[in-house]
């Protein structure tokens, strides 16, 4: 089975603009989860969805949102980027039934 | 809220040494709790979990048991090799109901050879 999925990998952007990042969940798993993790950080919450509906939201500003699609993949949307919004974004996946979270390996986003 | 305490890295080995890396936290209720390790350039993995007080995770060598009493759960592991080098981090998923795990900062361990 494949695992969370996440892309790009990596990503450069400039201040001002919007990206958008993409998360495939491990088949089965409703839930999809976000994190941005800076470096020397531990990832930190930014939303979760379940059945395409927002279930929890983290401490961060308007300019993040995010959705979940039938299929239960998820998109990350950020505008106006900021350098400080540079990190490895997280994606994990679970299931009702289960206790743990599954990550995918990441997108790296650099805002130059 | 809830909260993960780590020690603060780097943790510096030679191989074949014993590793602890402590974690404590602070949640209400009955809270699952988790060691998950990240490589370099990679995400996070998990390593081993436990889900009530008492229990023992284990995995790889790792192991870590949930003492309520002490709130704590820290990871151990009796000999270190090089491939053990990564960041650790632990985590708690609190038993209200939310799949929403906390976080520790994050424990880099360095195996010297």
């Known amino acids: 089975d494949a695992g969370v999925t996440q892309s790009p990998t990596h990503l450069i952007k400039t201040r001002g603009q919007h990206v958008t990042l993409r998360c495939s969940p491990i088949s089965g798993h409703k839930s999809v989860s976000w994190y941005q993790q800076v470096l020397g950080q531990g990832p930190q919450f930014i939303f979760q969805y379940y059945e395409k509906e927002e279930r929890g939201r983290g401490n961060f500003p308007d300019r993040f949102s995010a959705r979940q699609f039938p299929n239960y993949s998820s998109e990350l949307n950020v505008n106006a980027l900021l350098l400080g919004d540079s990190a490895l974004y997280l994606c994990?996946?679970?299931?009702?039934?289960?206790?743990?979270?599954?990550f995918g390996q990441g997108t790296r986003l650099t805002v130059v | 809220g809830d909260s993960v305490t780590q020690m603060e890295g780097p943790v510096t080995l030679s191989e074949e040494a014993f590793l602890t890396i402590n974690c404590t936290y602070t949640a209400t209720g009955y809270p699952s709790l988790f060691w998950y390790v990240q490589y370099p350039g990679e995400g996070l993995q998990l390593l081993l979990k436990a889900t009530k007080a008492d229990d023992k995770g284990s995995n790889k060598g790792f192991e870590a048991t949930y003492r309520k009493e002490t709130t704590s759960f820290h990871l151990e592991k009796g000999s270190v090799q090089v491939s053990d080098s990564a960041v650790y981090f632990c985590a708690l998923r609190s038993s209200g109901g939310s799949y929403i795990p906390t976080f520790g900062r994050g424990t880099s361990l360095i195996v010297h050879p």
């Open positions: 994990a996946s679970s299931s009702p039934s289960n206790t743990e979270a599954f």
